[in-house]
């Protein structure tokens, strides 16, 4: 039923009167409404290996906890130099003997039966990903799952046509492939990275991130259920020592990293002098930048999506604000209201639009940049909200007065944090926007098509959304500008990145 503001708002544009500001309500009291599918847990993980659970030869074992309660959730193996090691040499073997010499039309039939089983098991992984990440379950079931499958299925597509993937030139495959993914994403970064290595007809060892391998080791069973040949895809676990294990290793002809800045240059500093391809998908501190001119409401949906999403766990996150001077005052109020009534607590609930921080140590970084925002000046803003008692909660919150020099403005605090500042001119609007070691993402606001042709083109950003923020699919390539990281993820620029030019 269309609400009174709504009705008023159809009447005043029909008689030419300007429509009344959107307005929104305080927060009405719901019922809980837990989501309640089976997320079929095992108590003990072991490690993926030459397509077969394996027991870790360290022995030792992480528990994995629910970020939502501190409860345990599951015992994950640690993957030490021997785990890895076998890892490469399983995935050198299935290369060498299977998957490196099968048809692409064949392989095609592999990454269409993931893509299926995905779906099948959809709520269930969805529910799992959710209590082992934190993220809301209308995340995790309407966007992380089913983006995952279609990954598998875009690839899948593309596995025999690759003559097509770059015109005039034969392709091969590179051979064997290293990968690491951080914990914001984990479904979906695994089947970002998995599904155009194996259409290309690579064998890969991934290692997920420590607070979250639950659903890289559930997608493990469905490589198993699909009769994927062993070696193809091997999962190690394990923490950082894993990760330099598996991205140093002599067998890989490539490594591709997700995940921070900071990490991204260790392991290029450490692989510097080799012949190892790298792709490197990297930070953030995306500028989401609104005109005048711009549906305001609908650019204030934006930015409660761009940064909010996922705890503002996302490297694309739109944490900074550039809005025009002459609406600034109009926008800031009505993010407040919008953000008074955002629902923030149990992420298995299905009306949380907030859900828990992934660690404790996240929930320790992101206090401390918030605390920095305060001493250096910047005015806080968070909605009363009631915080579980138990598990690791951020209310959202905005700056407002944030200057470039800020530590809010410079680093990337992934979560809720959004740092506004203003513009009076395009230039001055790209010249802020620009101004970071960061070029992952930007998002425009505005009525004018030649407005956003323009922005796009003089934003230093590998994405840059008009009208729009967050929103993704399988065939737009990813990725960064400088700080950032280089190589794409997604569309044919992504295959490029998995195969040898001949
Ligand atoms: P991180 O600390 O860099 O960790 C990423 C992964 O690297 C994890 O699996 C981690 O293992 C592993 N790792 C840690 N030290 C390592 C080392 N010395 N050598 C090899 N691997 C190592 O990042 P994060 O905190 O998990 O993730 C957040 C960051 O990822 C943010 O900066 C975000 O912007 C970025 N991100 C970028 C994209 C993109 O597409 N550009 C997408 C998502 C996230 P453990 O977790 O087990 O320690
Ligand atoms: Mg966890």
């Keep these: 039923m269309a609400s009174l ?3 008023s708002k159809l009447s005043a544009r029909r008689q030419g009167r300007p429509a009344p500001e959107l307005i929104f309500g305080d927060l009405w009291t719901y019922d809980p409404a837990p989501e309640t599918a089976d997320p079929k847990l095992k108590a003990r993980y072991e490690l993926f290996i030459n397509g077969r659970f394996t027991a870790p030869k360290s022995g030792r074992y992480f528990n994995s906890i629910n970020p939502a309660n501190e409860r345990k959730l599951a015992e994950i193996a640690v993957a030490g130099p021997a785990d890895v090691e076998a890892a490469y040499r399983a995935a050198q073997k299935a290369f060498d003997t299977t998957w490196g010499k099968m048809p692409g039309a064949e392989r095609a039939k592999y990454l269409f039966r993931i893509a299926r089983l995905l779906q099948d098991r959809a709520r269930e992984f969805a529910v799992a990903e959710t209590m082992d990440g934190g993220k809301p379950i209308k995340e995790s079931r309407d966007f992380d799952v089913p983006m995952a499958a ?12 690759l003559d097509y993937v770059a015109p005039g030139r034969r392709i091969a495959p590179l051979g064997v492939v290293g990968q ?18 194996l259409a290309m007809g690579n064998c890969v060892v991934l290692k997920p991130a420590e607070t979250t391998s639950i659903t890289a080791l559930k997608l493990a069973e469905i490589i198993q259920d ?10 190690v676990t394990g ?15 490539k490594v591709a990293f997700t995940g921070s800045t900071e990490v991204g240059k260790i392991i290029m500093r450490s692989l510097a002098g080799t012949d190892k391809k790298m792709t490197m998908e990297l930070g953030g501190k995306a500028a989401n930048i609104i005109f005048d001119d711009a549906p305001l409401d609908q650019a204030v949906e934006g930015i409660i999506n761009g940064i909010f999403f996922n705890q503002g766990h996302v490297c694309c996150a739109g944490s900074r604000l550039l809005v025009h001077e002459p609406v600034a005052d109009r926008v800031i109020a009505k993010l407040k209201q919008r953000m008074k009534v955002l629902r923030v607590g149990d992420p298995l609930d299905k009306n949380t639009d907030i859900g828990a921080i992934n660690s ?9 940049l918030v605390k920095s925002g305060v001493k250096e000046g910047a005015g806080l803003f968070q909605p009363a909200c009631t915080l579980p008692a138990k598990g690791w909660y951020f209310p959202p919150t905005i700056f407002t007065g ?3 020099s800020h530590r809010i403005a410079r680093e990337e605090i992934f979560g809720p944090v959004l740092s506004i500042l203003t513009f009076r001119t395009p230039e001055e609007a790209v010249e802020k926007a620009n101004n970071t070691a960061y070029g992952l993402s930007a998002g425009v606001w505005t009525d004018k098509g030649s407005r956003i042709l323009k922005m796009s083109t003089e934003l230093k950003a590998g994405v840059v959304w008009a009208n729009t923020y967050n929103k993704f699919d399988p065939t737009s390539p990813f990725g960064g500008y400088k700080e950032s990281g280089f190589g794409r993820e997604g569309g044919r620029q ?8 001949l």
Aim: with cysteine; hydrophobic share 50%; aromatic share 10%.
């Design 5 to 7: 503001k709504t009705i």
């Design 150 to 161: 279609a990954h598998f299925f875009y690839h899948a597509g593309w596995a025999d046509k």
């Design 180 to 197: 690491v993914i951080p914990w914001n994403f984990p479904l979906l970064m695994c089947a970002w990275k998995l599904a155009p290595a």
């Design 226 to 235: 699909a009769d994927l040949p062993p070696g193809v895809v091997n999962i």
């Design 239 to 253: 923490a950082g020592e894993t990760g330099a294990a598996v991205m140093g290793h002599p067998i890989p002809a």
């Design 360 to 368: 404790k140590e996240q929930l320790a970084r992101i206090t401390a």
């Design 402 to 404: 944030v200057s470039m």
């Design 494 to 501: 992504g295959l490029l990145d998995y195969c040898r030019l």
